[in-house]
């Protein structure tokens, strides 16, 4: 999947989950310049711009819970999703644990490595 530049669209909800997606997401596009961390908010709120980035490279969307809001708010602009992750998911499987959601403690930080192994998995990194 990482032929080019990637879009990566992070549930941000004001739960441990949407902090572990926003932290992972960011790390990534901050390590990869072929990688762009979406703002999932603004596209909700429609802000002047982001329709044009999100429909310019393929988007791997990484929802917090099988609500699937990172789906539903994207498709809701007529962009496809290239392929989608669950955190929930992907920690339950590794065993990994959340906690607060606002501030990360030391299981948020292996949980936010979890999920970026499993991101970089998907995209063919490792």
Do not use: Q
Request: charge should be neutral; proline fraction near 2%; hydrophobic fraction near 40%.
């Amino acid at each position: 999947m990482m032929s080019k530049k990637i879009s990566i669209a992070s549930c941000n909800g004001m739960s441990a989950l949407g902090l572990i997606g926003r932290v992972s997401c960011e790390d990534l596009a901050s390590e990869n310049e072929d990688m762009i961390s979406i703002c999932i908010t603004a596209i909700a709120a429609n802000k002047s711009g982001f329709t044009n980035i999100i429909s310019k490279y393929p988007i791997l969307a990484i929802n917090g819970c099988s609500d699937s809001c990172v789906n539903k708010i994207i498709e809701s602009k007529d962009i496809n999703i290239e392929k989608t992750l669950y955190i929930d998911k992907i920690l339950s499987e590794s065993h990994a644990k959340t906690g607060d959601p606002s501030r990360l403690d030391e299981n948020g930080e292996r949980a936010v490595e979890k999920l970026k192994i499993a991101i970089k998995k998907e995209l063919n990194l490792i």
